[in-house]
């Protein structure tokens, strides 16, 4: 490696700059995608936090580029913030105690589906504060709803739990009431970590349905460009193929084609760097008009995802039927590879496209989305 001198000092490489300001303030978020954010460019960790909930991720993925400055800057801007947030004590004065949001800690514990539970460093995340404070809240705060349900990062009742006021007579067994709340148990012992909900999972669960992905402006169901450049259709199928194999993008293409042979049609996201595609019901150009299953996302680097929109169906006809969301959650479990838990009903849980180059596969998936045609069509005669 070359290495040049100036004014008897040695220039630094990107390799040095790398090693330098990696893990300093300026260069750390929270997220529950760290393996997926891994070392992709830029571009791609843009597209993955920019779904994130979190106000701190959205910031970094609205910067057009991320160098020395944009790193520097932020450091600045949250150290400044945790000055103000954190005053250094004064001289003659007790400990000073950061006020929490706790009635938004025991809102979101109380809105935990069924099948579910989190973490306090999930908790911790989705709040701004830190695990302890979570768990020491917990443990003195008497009729917080699901308290039990939040566990160690691995699945365990924490060593330190203990019941904030006394049980019902035989209710005091914690395992037994998370099974009776339709958490399961691996061989190990703990809590299976499909049923885990992240921070982003939890500020899902608080947010509303009517500012969804499909933004009618930008899925337009035709979308008319200059002659020679590239559609949102020819982008999506471009990301998908440099991130999947020719079987799952053949794949995709023969279920894009039967959606429109039920009458359906295919909405693009107008994103540049990564799009998405909606499979469509009902005419665009305003709320109620339209609905839509799935979201397909091209790879994040293991792959491309369809996003069931549980959460969204939920307020829309005839989809406000539980037991409608519940059949197809029964309908997608029964693909060889997909095993999405019932507590994420009522969020976005994802099934990788990989699983579609399996042919019976393809077939129960086409045989789903003509089920669905079905019942939105039937709604008026219901």
Do not use: C
Request: aromatic share 8%.
């Amino acid at each position: 490696m070359r290495t040049e001198q100036r004014s008897g000092r040695r220039r630094e490489t990107p390799e040095d700059l790398h090693a330098r300001f990696q893990h300093t303030l300026g260069n750390l978020t929270l997220t529950a995608v760290n393996s997926e954010l891994s070392n992709h460019p830029f571009e791609r960790k843009q597209d993955l936090l920019r779904g994130s909930h979190l106000e701190m991720n959205r910031r970094i993925a609205s910067t057009e580029r991320w160098g020395v400055r944009e790193i520097l800057a932020r450091a600045n801007e949250l150290a400044d913030r945790a000055i103000a947030l954190w005053p250094a004590p004064l001289r003659g004065v007790g400990r000073a105690e950061r006020s929490r949001d706790w009635q938004l800690a025991h809102q979101v514990l109380a809105a935990l589906p069924h099948g579910t539970w989190t973490s306090y460093g999930d908790l911790a995340a989705f709040l701004g504060s830190g695990a302890q404070a979570v768990g020491n809240h917990l443990a003195n705060t008497p009729g917080v709803a699901h308290a039990y349900r939040v566990l160690t990062s691995e699945g365990r009742v924490s060593d330190g739990f203990r019941w904030a006021a006394p049980q019902d007579s035989g209710s005091d067994d914690v395992r037994a009431r998370l099974a009776a709340d339709g958490v399961r148990f691996t061989t190990t012992g703990a809590a299976d970590p499909a049923q885990r909900l992240s921070a982003d999972d939890l500020a899902a669960l608080l947010a509303g349905t009517d500012d969804d992905q499909t933004d009618s402006d930008d899925t337009a169901q035709v979308v008319t460009e200059s002659r020679g450049e590239e559609t949102r259709s020819d982008r999506f199928f471009r990301q998908l193929t440099a991130d999947d194999s020719a079987e799952t993008v053949a794949a995709v293409r023969a279920l894009f084609a039967h959606w429109e042979e039920l009458g359906g049609w295919i909405g693009h996201g107008a994103g540049r760097v990564t799009t998405s595609a909606y499979l469509m019901l009902g005419e665009a150009g305003g709320p109620g008009r339209g609905i839509w299953p799935l979201t397909f996302y091209p790879g994040t680097g293991r792959g491309g995802t369809a996003e069931v929109v549980f959460q969204y169906l939920a307020a829309r006809e005839p989809f406000t039927d539980r037991a409608l969301r519940s059949e197809l959650l029964s309908r997608l479990n029964a693909l060889d590879g997909v095993d999405i838990p019932e507590g994420k009903l009522e969020l976005r849980p994802n099934i990788r496209l990989s699983v579609l180059e399996k042919d019976r596969n393809r077939e129960l998936f086409a045989e789903t989305l003509t089920w669905f045609r079905d019942r939105w069509e039937g709604r008026a005669a219901s």
